[in-house]
DNA sequence: AACTTCATTAACCATTTGGTTAAACTATTT
DNA sequence: AAATAGTTTAACCAAATGGTTAATGAAGTT
């Protein structure tokens, strides 16, 4: 192999450093650490992204474009709102089984350097409401739905999707559940999510 | 003054390690910065406190102490569901306007430590469900409100409350408001948010 | 006033950590 | 096979960092 970098071994560096910084954050993080999951030596992560703050942005790039088309989802397809409630909470849960630590590692970090959200902003993937808010204008006009705003009304999505996963080991404590239950616990949320906020924002 | 600390340095201390703590979290956290914003010697963090980790968990603990009533105040007063949703919504959110850091930084460092909360769990003060369960189920029972779990509803309670914040930088992003129009946004929650949760489960 | 005790500081220390460098290695080109 | 160019490593380095220490200051006790 020549003249290009070994994508192999670019691919198991941002495989470590995506376990290593998901689960330690960007300032809990060590190079060396990063470095002995991916099982090479530590300059080869210079070598490759030239220093931490690069390898954490590559890091949390993927992370990203992971999560984003997750909520992308909700706001562009064509399906009424009680439709799209009902697949977004079962697309997201599952989501979330596979990548438990993204949404998480996002907020996280977004709270540590809120600057960090402009480099994403201009990705097209970005979420956008506009679609959203002219259906939920739409649908309240025309009697299908209560009075909300589109704001609101995916800010209340969001919260109850996500929350308990962000969240998960204060609500794991306070519902005095263990890893098994509290797991039951939010896998019943496929549906009960959707039905709380159907049963909140549907006329009868 | 003699025989006793100077409790004015402990709480200078306090006072400042809650500020770099609550917005670098543990590992970002310098102590050399806390000294400075307290304006002392670096020395005088260790003669009180030892060292990083028990600094930490001082501050924890007393973030935690903060929290803790807002939440048990759901749980155990004796009210009826309704008012009770709407107190804990009202209440909690001015709360948040005067210790805004406070549920991120908890949610993140338990996170980042999850068996940080044991040494809390013992604590009087640690929300229990108990009485709440008692009350939803009776409430359930006469046909108040439609069938819920406790634990469901609770969580949904605090989702829908604590997650704006805890997510909001990423949540301004999306719904692309400045500080101020976002600050409007959550204010707005005051009733939306109890009105959303009571639409969703009280009984026609 | 001498003594004792706690509070505070400046200087210091050992370790950790992100990052660098020069040499060795490997594969491709000529 | 010699030259070339990218890849990988071991050793190294300077700065940062948590923590310590020995000396000084200040206040109460005798």
Redesign the interface.
């Known amino acids: 192999m020549k003249k290009k970098k070994d994508e192999n071994t670019e691919v198991q560096i941002l495989e470590a450093a995506k376990t290593i910084f998901q689960s330690?954050?960007?300032?809990?993080a060590r190079m060396q650490e990063i470095a002995d999951e991916a099982g090479i030596n530590k300059a080869m992560l210079h070598y490759y992204f030239r220093n931490k703050q690069l390898l954490f942005e590559a890091v949390f790039k993927n992370a990203f474009l992971l999560l984003a088309p997750q909520?992308s989802a909700v706001l562009n397809d064509n399906s009424s709102i009680e439709v799209k409630v009902r697949n977004f909470t079962s697309n997201y849960i599952s989501f979330i089984l596979v990548h438990p630590y993204i949404p998480?590692f996002?907020?996280?970090e977004?709270?540590?350097n809120?600057d960090?959200?402009l480099k994403?902003?201009d990705n097209p993937n970005?979420?956008?409401?506009e679609k959203f808010k002219k259906q939920v204008e739409e649908e309240v006009q025309q009697g299908l739905i209560?009075p909300?705003s589109a704001?609101?009304l995916?800010?209340?999505i969001?919260?109850?999707n996500?929350?308990?996963f962000?969240?998960?080991?204060?609500?794991?404590?306070?519902?005095?559940?263990n890893d098994e239950q509290y797991q039951k616990?939010v896998e019943?949320?496929t549906t009960?999510?959707a039905d709380?906020?159907i049963?909140?924002?549907k006329t009868?």
């Open positions: 330690k954050g960007m300032d809990g909520l998480s996002i907020i996280q977004l709270n540590r809120p960090f959200i994403l902003k970005f979420p956008n409401l209560k909300i704001e609101q995916f800010i209340n969001m919260a109850l996500v929350f308990p962000v969240a998960k080991p204060l609500l794991k404590a306070i519902t005095a559940t616990l019943a949320r009960e999510v709380f906020i049963n909140s924002i009868i």
